[in-house]
C-alpha cells in the first residue's frame, strides 16, 4: 500500500521559515524522482521543486528560488522542503509526489503518487 504523509504545515509570519517533511513508504522511494508542488485556492497546483533520485540535481520554480531547498533521505524514505524568507504569496496547499520517470520533473502528470498535502498560511 502506496502512502504519502507531509507534515510541518502551519502559520507563520512574512520573513519566517518553515521545514515540511513527507515520508513515503509502499514504493521504493530511492527509485523515484520526487517533488514538491502547492495549490492556493481558486488557482492552478503549481511546481515547487524537484529532485532526482539520488539527491544531487534541484530544480525550482522561479518564485522559490533562492529562499527554498529541497533534499531527500533515501535511508528515511523521506523528502524535505526547506522554506525561508516566507512571502503571504507562498500561502497555499503543499503537495509532495512521487514520478518514475525522468530526472527531475516539473510536470504534474508526470507523478504517480501524491500526498494529501500540508497547509502552509503566510501572514503579513
Known amino acids: 500500500q502506496v502512502k504519502v504523509v507531509e507534515s510541518g504545515g502551519g502559520l507563520v509570519q512574512t520573513g519566517g521559515s518553515l521545514r515540511l517533511s513527507c515520508a513515503a513508504s509502499?514504493?521504493?522511494?530511492?527509485?523515484?524522482?520526487m517533488g514538491w508542488f502547492r495549490q492556493a485556492p481558486g488557482k492552478e497546483r503549481d511546481f515547487v521543486a524537484t529532485?532526482?533520485?539520488?539527491?544531487?540535481?534541484?530544480y525550482y520554480a522561479d518564485s522559490v528560488k533562492g529562499r527554498f531547498t529541497i533534499s531527500r533521505d533515501n535511508a528515511k524514505n523521506t523528502v524535505f522542503l526547506q522554506m525561508n524568507n516566507l512571502k503571504p504569496e507562498d500561502t497555499a496547499v503543499y503537495y509532495c509526489?512521487?514520478?518514475?520517470?525522468?530526472?527531475?520533473?516539473?510536470?504534474?502528470?508526470?507523478?504517480?503518487?501524491w500526498g494529501q498535502g500540508t497547509q502552509v498560511t503566510v501572514s503579513s
Open positions: 509526489a512521487a514520478a518514475r520517470a525522468g530526472v527531475v520533473s516539473t510536470a504534474p502528470r508526470q507523478y504517480v503518487y
Open positions: 509502499g514504493f521504493t522511494f530511492s527509485t523515484y524522482v
Open positions: 529532485i532526482s533520485r539520488t539527491g544531487n540535481i534541484t
